[in-house]
């Protein structure tokens, strides 16, 4: 009587296994990154890696060429300055350059501004650098997403592209 | 009552089945001066079948610079035939990228490659006198060319096979059609690598098991694999098991030397831990020494893959 239980128990279990994780394929081309304190989810291009860096931001980035990279960051809510004055400034960090474009945007329900800015970098006058900046305002805190294109040319690079837009929210 | 609790046991000796020892062989270059080492190597295929393995996979290279031809290849499935158990079987160079050589019979190796899907990889099932099922890349995703790169799982230890070649990948500089040939092939290899640890993640897998045909760290710094025809899998094989974390171990032949080590490991000094410790690669013996190596895998222990060769006297 056990054995017989058993042999239908076991039965079971491989009926419980029809699908098998095995036979399903997924053209997988993206990672996820997980912020558990802040409760976002951000995707990045698969053979990107990802570190922090000394300030304690998330770095994800190209490891094959090092140009492109997106910076992840949270900045707490300052009374005295907007969305737009906060996007500015994380596109521009201080260096000479121009904003080539900004709008108003939504990320996954919450407002978000984008600006675009080109760099001139001090080692040389013709070196530039393409930076694409999104910030999502939420409650305490604005939440940057700093995309950085190295090679500026070709467009804005599609992978720090897509992974600018990717955040969601729990 | 009684009954509810003799199925929860039932259910829980299943399990604690799951976790409990097997071993596989790997072996690879074999037979390459047929005369000499077919004896040798049909002597090995009886003392694999006594070990009783769960499984054997050859690595490829079933012969040296051989003809490539049609009967050659009936031989290697009628060699094949001899495993008693169910034996899972990668493509070398020498039976098709090199093929077009005049002593191999200057064959065109794609239509060498098709030939051997046809011979080897026509059912999605192991070869030898048990076949096992196995789920082939070819018949579930839209790279349906590519049925010699399978995958299948043993006490909860993923396997997977990919279409990676000696002899530069394929990779030919003076022939348009071969050159996209292995970029088409590569990229089918990397789909299916980041599926596999995919899966490997989702469903926690205890090890994956990665068997190829090339040997891809010859170059004289670890640096070096990185670029090359064999550069973007071994990039991906760092990528993913990074990420998957578990131990990863990587089964190929194609140089003949019988190597366990971590090719990949990067120091971070003394007071952290090394990156990419978790992979661990298995080289296996080749001709002239026609000899195999049975891994046992023991998915109660953190380091799961346990190195034995395999050879007559």
């Known amino acids: 009587m056990k054995l017989w239980l058993c042999v239908g128990a076991l039965a079971f279990a491989r009926s419980l296994c029809a699908d098998d994780p095995l036979a399903e394929f997924q053209d997988v081309q993206w990672e996820t990154y997980r912020d558990e304190a802040r409760g976002f989810t951000f995707r990045y291009p698969y053979h990107w890696s990802s570190r922090s860096n000394s300030q304690g931001q998330r770095v994800f980035y190209d490891f094959n060429s090092y140009d492109s990279r997106v910076t992840v960051y949270a900045r707490s809510r300052d009374p005295e300055k907007d969305l737009v004055a906060v996007a500015r400034e994380a596109a521009s960090q201080e260096w000479e350059g121009s904003i080539v474009s900004e709008k108003n945007i939504e990320l996954d329900g919450s407002p978000a501004y984008e600006v675009e800015f080109h760099w001139v970098l001090p080692a040389g006058e013709r070196l530039t650098a393409v930076v694409r900046v999104v910030v999502v305002e939420r409650e305490e805190e604005w939440l940057v997403f700093h995309g950085l294109d190295g090679r500026a040319s070709d467009g804005f690079d599609k992978g720090a592209a897509n992974a600018l837009y990717s955040v969601s929210f729990d | ?313």
């Open chain 2, 1 to 313: 009552m009684p009954r509810i609790l003799t199925l929860a046991i039932c259910l829980l000796c299943a399990a604690s089945s799951q976790a409990e020892r097997f071993t596989f062989v790997a072996l690879g270059d074999t037979a390459y001066d047929a005369a000499r080492d077919q004896p040798i190597y049909e002597a090995l295929i009886e003392t694999i079948n006594r070990s009783e393995p769960a499984f054997t996979i050859h690595v490829g290279d079933v012969w040296g610079l051989n003809h490539c031809g049609n009967a050659e290849i009936e031989e290697v499935a009628e060699t094949f035939r001899r495993f008693d158990h169910s034996l899972v079987y990668v493509p070398g160079d020498n039976e098709w990228t090199d093929c077009h050589y005049r002593l191999a019979g200057a064959f065109d190796p794609a239509e060498r490659l098709a030939r051997l899907r046809e011979a080897f990889f026509s059912e999605p099932a192991s070869l030898g006198a048990k076949p096992m099922p196995l789920i082939s890349q070819g018949r579930i995703s839209p790279y349906a060319t590519y049925t010699e790169n399978v995958r299948w799982q043993e006490h909860g230890v993923l396997f997977f096979t990919m279409n990676v070649t000696g002899s530069g990948n394929g990779y030919r500089y003076d022939d348009s059609k071969a050159l996209l040939e292995a970029q088409e092939r590569n990229a089918a290899n990397v789909a299916w690598l980041r599926d596999s640890f995919r899966i490997a993640r989702d469903n926690a897998y205890k090890g994956v098991v990665i068997a190829v045909h090339a040997e891809m760290f010859r170059g004289d710094s670890a640096q070096e694999s990185f670029r090359g025809p064999h550069g973007i899998i071994v990039r991906e094989i760092q990528i993913a098991s990074e990420r998957y974390g578990g131990p990863v171990l990587l089964v190929h032949g194609d140089y003949h030397e019988f190597i366990v080590d971590r090719p990949f490991i990067e120091s971070q000094g003394e007071l952290e831990l090394p990156r990419y410790a978790n992979i661990t690669r298995l080289e296996v013996f080749g001709a002239s020494e026609v000899r195999a190596v049975q891994v046992s895998v023991d998915t109660d222990t953190p380091w799961l893959f346990g190195f034995e060769p395999l050879y007559n006297e």
